[in-house]
T-cell receptor, first 114, second 114 residues
Framework: DSGVTQTPKHLITATGQRVTLRCSPRSGDLSVYWYQQSLDQGLQFLIQYYNGEERAKGNILERFSAQQFPDLHSELNLSSLELGDSALYFC?????????????FGNGTRLTVT | GENVEQHPSTLSVQEGDSAVIKCTYSDSASNYFPWYKQELGKGPQLIIDIRSNVGEKKDQRIAVTLNKTAKHFSLHITETQPEDSAVYFCAAIPPSGSARQLTFGSGTQLTVLP
């Protein structure tokens, strides 16, 4: 058990809808990362927060947004959903935001857009 | 930014044999190289990592080697067991710059045949 909690585990929704994915980092970790994993794209970095502040952005679409709250949990908001957004979304946390401290992943949210 | 290539994409070995997965990276400044194991329905789990000031690291049946000159690193699993069956990802991160995020390889599906 990595100590990173993601909810919900599964999400099925229709095109055009909006969903929110939630992540609670490991106790003591200040940095949260969001990754998208689809069959043909591997693990794609979306965005990173450190202690409530956005630290880095990857290939995150404008329809997607995220935030990290004072209690350090994070939410990833996906809007105007398209079929191609169907994927596994992982949250990871690390003690620092330096990138070379180990990342600990949650078990993901499987999003299916119909 | 960093680019990581991983080979092979699939690997089948007999139980008890060794398995080797290889990765190459593009940014010679990269200095941290973790390996993750992803079992079905779970998030990637860190199994071993190596930093650029070390050429080899071992943890029981798992070892990682790094060749900075050739910019490649490898994961070696000895005496494989059925529970080693999973997808393995390598990753690399450069020490500075806006792209200072883990870049993952495309993954290797390892199957250990009983």
């Amino acid at each position: 058990d990595s100590g990173v909690t993601q909810t919900p585990k599964h999400l099925i929704t229709a095109t055009g809808q909006r969903v929110t994915l939630r992540c609670s980092p490991r106790s003591g970790d200040l940095s949260v990362y969001w990754y998208q994993q689809s069959l043909d794209q591997g693990l794609q970095f979306l965005i990173q927060y450190y202690n409530g502040e956005e630290r880095a952005k990857g290939n995150i679409l404008e329809r997607f947004s995220a935030q990290q709250f004072p209690d350090l949990h994070s939410e990833l908001n996906l809007s105007s959903l398209e079929l191609g957004d169907s994927a596994l979304y992982f949250c990871a946390s690390s003690e620092t935001g330096t990138g070379s401290s180990p990342l600990h992943f949650g078990n993901g949210t499987r999003l299916t857009v119909t | 930014g960093e680019n990581v290539e991983q080979h092979p994409s699939t690997l089948s070995v007999q139980e008890g044999d060794s398995a080797v997965i290889k990765c190459t990276y593009s940014d010679s400044a990269s200095n941290y190289f973790p390996w993750y194991k992803q079992e079905l329905g779970k998030g990637p789990q860190l199994i071993i990592d190596i930093r650029s000031n070390v050429g080899e690291k071992k943890d029981q049946r798992i070892a990682v080697t790094l060749n900075k000159t050739a910019k490649h690193f490898s994961l070696h699993i000895t005496e494989t067991q059925p529970e080693d069956s999973a997808v393995y990802f390598c990753a690399a991160i450069p020490p500075s710059g806006s792209a200072r995020q883990l870049t993952f390889g495309s993954g290797t599906q390892l199957t250990v045949l009983p």
